[in-house]
């Protein structure tokens, strides 16, 4: 028995909406058939099976939300063929990204922040989702937790992905703020919301005059999106930004290390995100 479609190895491509394409099997055997198929890309794996009557099977609905390596058996009777092909993601443009977003309770400035992460991609050169070196994939970059392979191949399902983390750090900072009847303002929520998004608070409360106020101790690298400095660190006290970038930029391709003057910073991020 033989595949007669596809081609070993053909490419299939998701539209940029998304759509999954159909992907049409085909074996030059009669009679009922069993398709044993996997779709693997890195470390996500997903596995089913599905039977016909004759000797046709569409993979669409069975592959929708995943990508990579498709790998299918079939078999009719006691014959067997197998036959592997690749499926490969096309990008959105930003403005349906931006769509989408609108059409989302809680997608209100979550635009930026896609902007800031991935500038609207989530299909790298090689047309797979984006990685980054701390397993943050997709448009949203989602990381901990750590995202389904629906979330990492579907950008509808990253960004709902990311929404549903936006809204928790939302909810974090609104606690935060509001401590003991505190009150703030809607840009106050959404500075310290941002900033969560990234790691830590953006404000703290200032006792004298009755109101949250930005870290004033942190001074950020304007060339970054989240790097900045601790001024009260004795190395940092009395330096320049331009002094401070000047001595520290050359280590932030190797990540910071233990006793590093500088620092990863939401406050920073949120600086950079939100102007």
Known sequence: MNFKTPRLNELFTISPTPEWPSVLFETDASGAHTWFWTVTWGAFSRSGQSATAANQWDAKTA?????????????????TAGITVKIQGTNPVAGDVIQYLASTPSGAGFDKILAQESKFRHFNA????????????GMCQLTTPPPSFEQAWNWKLNVDGGLALFGKKRSGAIAYLSQGGRSYTDGQLKYETVCRWNGGSYHVWDANAGAWKRKSNILCDSKTGNIGWDMTDVQNTGKTEAALHNRD????????AAGAHWMYSGVCYADHVLG
């Open 249 to 256: 930029s050359g280590k932030y391709l190797k990540g910071r």
């Open 63 to 79: 592959i929708t939300n995943l990508g990579g390596t498709l790998m299918v058996r079939a078999q009719a009777g006691t014959d």
């Open 126 to 137: 090689g047309n797979e989702p984006v990685k980054s070196f701390d397993n943050g994939f």
